[in-house]
């Protein structure tokens, strides 16, 4: 089947923020804010009032008549809300847009931060698919990141999601972290394998400004790995999990077949879907919007009417954009759903842009498909995105 590319199609996914989370990580640049221990009950009120306001965003949004296929509840750390809370914003939204019945239902989790009675209460409200924040599996990097849980209340989480029998277990890890080594690498790898979750996520350390990680390391600088190093984490991780029977189907996601994240597809494929919460983005009607990233301001926006204001994405943002998420996937986009929106002359362009990357075997052209070869396009994804931004843009 052809893919389509339609800024105005019908949203059936929506993402929901929940900024609330017990201490900052180091390498964090997400609208989060820091609430107390939730087993005193410091995190009841603060967390009670940006329900409320998120329920009343989700009420006065605009509908367009599909139900919800998709939901993913992002942070922040979601496993800081109540069973009732999040069944609050469960109800509200299966009240304003309806929810299918096959529908993905996406959660964050973090070790630590749920018991057996949270994590049952979230399946019994929905919940079918839990990401476990795990990011290594050594004490000092733990520490190292910032992180507020230990090795230990990683298997302890694993076994509380097994326990409730949660049908789509991802579980993510971060390379590239501060005095990280090939061999801590190769030991986290091995024990997410021994884990067997249905998915995996792994993601490279990016020094984001405004975080602690900006004002303790400059990129390059020790004691962060080198770009070698970092190359070879890559590497690593591609044959270990590939050889361990995960599809590496997207440039920082694998999955045993038939388990790849529904959501996260609609951003990769730039399809419409809804955003809701502080510092949420939407795809609506060929608009982009970003919420506000401040609660009191998110709060001011949702009372006076939770209007999207702004402008249409232009055809050549539309274009770029499609080339940036697309081509992250292994199976990259398809030339002739790209004829079809955006002309031929423009996909004969975008491959004379490439023939450099081509000839390198970075990029390649198969099936009418254009993708990124896996791992050194994959690896060189930027080198290639910039040069279509500089020609294309």
Known sequence: MSQKFSVFGIASSAYVHIPFCRRRCFYCDFPVFVVGDRSRGETSGTISQYVEMLCHEIAITPTFGQPLKTIFFGGGTPSLLSTEQLER???????????????????????????????????????????????AFQEELLQAAGRSHSVK???????????VEIPEFSLDL?????????????????????????????????????????????????????????????QMAQQVLTGAGYEHYEISNYAQPSHQCRH????????????????????????????????????????????IDCEVTPPKEVLLETLMLGLRLAEGVSLAAL??????????????????YID?????????RLRLSDPQGFLFSNVVLAELFEKLG
Not at 98 to 108: C, F, G, N, T, V
Request: with cysteine; glycine share 8%.
């Open 153 to 163: 209340d990683i298997f302890t989480a694993v076994e509380l999601i097994h326990q």
């Open 264 to 307: 996260n597809r609609v951003y990769w494929e730039n399809r419409p879907y809804y955003g809701f919460g502080m510092g949420a983005a939407s795809y609506l009607e060929g608009k982009r919007f970003t919420r506000p990233r401040k609660t009191k301001e998110y709060y001011q926006w949702v009372q006076a009417g939770a209007v």
């Open 360 to 368: 390198k075997g970075w990029v390649e052209v198969t099936g009418a």
């Open 89 to 135: 914003i469960v109800k509200e939204l299966e009240k304003r847009f309806d929810i299918a019945l096959e529908a993905e239902i996406s959660m964050e989790i973090d070790p630590a931060t749920f018991d057996l009675a949270h994590i049952a209460g979230y399946r019994n409200v929905g919940i079918n698919r839990v990401s476990l924040g795990v990011q």
């Open 174 to 234: 971060i390379s590239g972290l501060p005095h990280q080594s090939l061999d801590q690498w190769q030991d986290s790898l091995t024990k997410v394998v021994g884990i067997l979750p249905t998915h995996i996520s792994i993601y490279d350390l990016t020094i984001e400004p405004g975080t602690a990680f900006n004002r303790y390391y400059k990129p390059g600088d020790s004691p962060l790995p080198t770009d070698e190093a970092t190359v070879k984490m890559y």
């Open 339 to 356: 004829a079809e929106a955006f002309g031929e002359e423009k996909v004969e362009e975008i491959c004379r842009c490439l023939q450099l």
